[in-house]
């Protein structure tokens, strides 16, 4: 089967003696190197992949990049082109593993690059920029992130042994790498936060008996997005979009606010969604004093120093009805929304700290009045976290599930 296949990101106009320290130690490792260099200021050679190519992946010469005397600009191009010649060599050659090393606009572009690659590949950014905010470089992929302590300029004791432990871990991960066809379970999709695990675990333990593969992500901010990424690439059955806290937090300016496109890629790709409110029976908020500050008035639930449950009332819950009815009023495929009538959450229960029983009918009565005749709306005389309302979501995937 020959040796691994890694791709390195490294630019040689300002990294030409990192890049070949670098390739030596895979190469010694065991790994054949395809180097992508996305360099503007000049070409050294010797790269797999040349600054010529990438230019030539957007479209472009290296010639016109470097004319547009912008490196904002320069940078946009080369990524495109980048990502272009990343899955060309993915899918003639078969990657085992992609690492990179860089500063700033290096991280950006290699970050860009391995969020285009599959889930599963081993994805390494050895980066400046790694002791600082990363989410723009990380997405919702499974990537790595190495802090590279000094900068990278030239090889000294510290970078030396940085770069040499980033490269014999990704050709070990390399080594092991044993990518998936998904075999043939139908995959579904779920979002839970702590507050309804109860209620979702009778969900996933049935449909995994039934032989579904589910995969469940947690609406903190970070787990509906690649819930959403997933959704968007991969053969998916069924989505259970059960926590509807991130579009509660759009809409109300809370801490797990994933944007306006939050749970759009299943509905436009045709895939079926079953939403429930699930803790929308609170916004996330920050320490009591920035929660109080921000929505004043409101009752609170301490969940942990950096935390507080805001309680939601009806007029805070009417907008998220408001803003499903329009992002599935042109569904490709079929939509449901099932509201427990007894509560949304543990917290929003008689055990729980906000409980408040008048708000759910109501909130049911409004969102049945605006959801447009594509969706099945139905209401069960349970708490979110009851079996009752388990069985009803339970029932309503298995009838999706068969057609």
Avoid: W
Wanted: charged share 20%; proline share 6%; net charge negative.
């Amino acid at each position: 089967m020959g040796n691994p296949k890694v791709l390195l990101i490294v630019t040689q106009d300002t990294k030409e003696q990192e890049a070949q320290y670098i390739r030596a130690i895979l190469e010694g490792a065991g790994c054949d190197v395809i180097h992508l260099d996305p360099s503007v200021r000049r070409t050294v050679g010797g790269a797999e992949i040349s600054p010529e190519d990438v230019a030539a992946g957007a479209g472009q010469t290296i010639e016109q990049v470097r004319a547009l005397g912008h490196e904002g600009k320069c940078q946009a191009v080369m990524t495109e082109g980048a990502v272009a010649c990343a899955l060309k060599a993915h899918a003639e050659q078969g990657l085992s593993g992609v690492l990179s090393v860089g500063g700033s606009m290096g991280t950006g572009l290699a970050g860009t690059v391995m969020q285009a690659l599959p889930y599963g590949l081993p994805k390494l950014i050895v980066s400046t920029m790694a002791s600082g905010f990363t989410q723009p470089y990380l997405g919702v992929k499974d990537i790595a992130i190495m802090n590279a302590v000094t900068d990278i300029s030239g090889i000294n004791s510290i970078s030396s042994e940085v770069f040499r432990n980033a490269a014999l871990a990704v050709a070990g991960m390399a080594k092991g790498y044993a990518p998936k066809t998904g075999g043939d379970k139908p995959l579904v999709l779920m979002t839970t936060l702590g507050t309804t695990e109860k209620g979702i675990r009778p969900i996933r333990e049935a449909l995994e008996a039934d032989g579904c593969e589910v995969m469940v992500f947690h609406s903190s901010g970070a787990g509906g997005a690649t819930l959403d990424g997933l959704a968007a690439e991969r053969d998916v059955a069924l989505v259970l979009d059960l926590s509807l806290t991130e579009i509660l937090d759009h809409l109300h300016g809370g801490l797990a606010d994933r944007g306006p496109d939050r749970s759009k890629p299943a509905i436009a790709r045709g895939i079926p969604v079953v939403f429930a409110p699930g803790n929308a029976d609170f916004i996330i908020g920050g320490p009591i004093d920035a929660a109080k500050a921000q929505f004043p008035g409101k009752k609170y639930h301490i969940h942990n120093p950096a935390l507080t449950a805001v309680r939601t009332d009806l007029e805070d819950l009417k907008p998220l009805a408001d803003h499903i009815a329009a992002m599935v009023k042109d569904a490709k495929g079929p939509v449901s929304f099932y509201v427990p009538l007894k509560g949304f959450s543990n917290h929003d229960s008689p055990y729980g700290h906000i409980h408040d029983p008048s708000i759910p009918p109501p909130f049911a009565d409004y969102a049945r009045s605006v959801m447009p005749e594509n969706v099945d709306f139905q209401t069960v005389d349970a708490h979110f976290n009851d079996d009752e309302f388990a069985e009803a979501i339970i029932a309503k995937a298995r009838e999706l599930l068969a057609k």
